[in-house]
């Protein structure tokens, strides 16, 4: 039947009351350079890691257990159906994966909770889907009358970490955690904690740092931060979305176990994305140590119930790959060989980087670990690098050492000076 003009389509959208969202900022730079047709273009914006011919990074270990699983899929060892919550404590999502992300991030711990089934747990959406996890699950807590008077997070943070607590409604505070000399703020991370009511929770990362790369910088501080979270009954969220992109698997989740060993009440977030180079994959998890089983069960209940509420289930392809990993002892010593190789190659960017920029923002990229640094420098000049240059960085001075190879770092570094001495540093 042909469509005359009265019969089209033109309805009133059921969202069209509402003004335009905020783009996203990280993805809106990656859509700029998506449909930049110069052929010299450098993306150090969204923060994926590419290796040295300018490919994305995957693991070796990656492909190999990609290999055997998608033949277990065509074999039928592995099916295409959901995963449900199961095992004991019904956890969401592969229990060989969730028995093995226990083990990554809990290390010394692990054992005794997993044989006492003291860990509520699910698989999830990414990273991304186990920080919103635990936020919903948060809700719920304030709903059963148990406050969360504020959420505390460093005030240079990974932007949807914001976008996503003050959306479900928390109250937050920052502070400062960078010193002007590029060093972490302790005083300043002590002094909230410290200001901050009990029943509050404390975000932070394990490993690098999104987006400064600057965490906390030995055991003792780390320790110190744990002793005064317990001393003010501050709870501790930890985001590991970065884990053996510094120092390794055991050295980069340690910041995780040092709160445990003070007895501070604990959830992690842990991601895939990069250490597995599984960005689309979206391989993630949450994981709560509790008290005992009983309490491990019912926190694990509402889990589920919130992924059954969001996501329905989690994304078993990317699960599988990484389950297979920790189930082969090769395969594991594999992908730590990997891992430490592209730490080295991501440290000696940093190095190259740091030796051709300015006294003042060198130490900046030099001290910084992981994928990102952040350097003051102005949303002009961020502009006049991605018009005259075609480089790409986040408007807040955001850089992804991951996205430069190393036969860029000469070009950026010469773009990043030109840029710094037509628009000086912001202090
Ligand atoms: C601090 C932090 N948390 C969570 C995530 C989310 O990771 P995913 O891509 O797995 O959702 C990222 C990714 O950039 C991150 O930097």
Same mark, same amino acid.
């Given at each position: ?75 039928? !060892?592995?099916?295409? %159906?959901?995963?449900? /919550?199961?095992?004991? &404590?019904?956890?969401? =999502? ?5 028995? #093995? ?88 991370? !002590?002094?909230?904690? %410290?200001?901050?009511? /009990?029943?509050?929770? &404390?975000?932070?990362? =394990? ?5 400064? #790369? ?88 509402? !889990? ?111 773009? !990043? ?11």
């Amino acid at each position: 039947m042909r469509i005359n003009e009265t019969h089209r389509y033109h309805p009133k959208n059921m969202f069209g009351v509402l003004p335009a969202a905020e783009h996203d900022k990280i993805l809106h730079t990656k859509n700029l350079y998506d449909a930049d047709p110069r052929k010299e273009k450098i993306n150090a914006g969204i923060g994926v890691i590419n290796d040295d011919k300018g490919d994305l990074w995957i693991p070796k270990a990656v492909r190999s257990a990609r290999r055997r699983i998608v033949d277990k899929y065509i074999s039928g !060892l592995l099916t295409h %159906n959901y995963m449900v /919550p199961s095992g004991k &404590l019904e956890w969401g =999502g592969n229990p060989d994966f969730i028995r #093995g992300t226990a083990n990554l991030v809990f290390g010394e711990y692990a054992h005794e909770l997993l044989a006492s089934n003291r860990i509520a747990a699910t698989g999830t959406v990414g990273g991304s889907g186990a920080v919103s996890t635990f936020l919903e699950a948060l809700k719920e807590r304030v709903k059963s009358g148990k406050p969360v008077p504020a959420i505390i997070y460093g005030s240079k943070h990974y932007p949807n970490h914001e976008w996503m607590i003050d959306t479900r409604g928390f109250k937050s505070k920052t502070f400062a955690q960078i010193k002007k000399d590029g060093s972490y703020n302790l005083e300043e991370t !002590l002094k909230a904690v %410290n200001e901050a009511k /009990p029943g509050s929770v &404390l975000f932070l990362q =394990g490993g690098a740092h999104n987006p400064t #790369g600057i965490n906390p910088e030995t055991e003792e501080q780390w320790r110190t931060i744990a002793k005064t979270a317990k001393k003010n009954k501050i709870d501790v969220f930890f985001d590991i979305p970065y884990a053996g992109l510094n120092k390794g698997l055991d050295e980069d989740t340690k910041p995780l176990r040092i709160f445990m060993d003070e007895n501070v009440s604990v959830a992690v977030a842990v991601s895939y994305s990069k250490n597995a180079g599984l960005y689309g994959e979206r391989v993630g998890a949450l994981l709560v140590p509790a008290a005992n089983a009983n309490e491990a069960k019912r926190v694990g209940g509402l !889990l589920n119930r919130i992924m059954r509420n969001t996501v329905s289930s989690p994304s078993a392809f990317g699960e599988a790959i990484i389950a297979e990993i920790f189930n082969d002892p090769i395969l594991f010593a594999r992908w730590k060989k990997d891992l430490s190789s592209v730490s080295r190659m991501l440290h000696k960017r940093r190095e190259l980087l740091a030796q051709s920029l300015p006294e003042n923002i060198g130490p900046l990229i030099r001290k910084g670990a992981g994928i990102f640094s952040t350097i003051p420098i102005s949303e002009k000049a961020v502009n006049f690098l991605r018009k005259e240059y075609a480089i790409y960085v986040l408007g807040n001075g955001r850089i992804n050492i991951g996205g430069i190879s190393t036969d860029q770092i000469p070009r950026f570094a010469l773009a !990043l000076n030109a840029a710094l001495r037509k628009y000086p540093i912001i202090t």
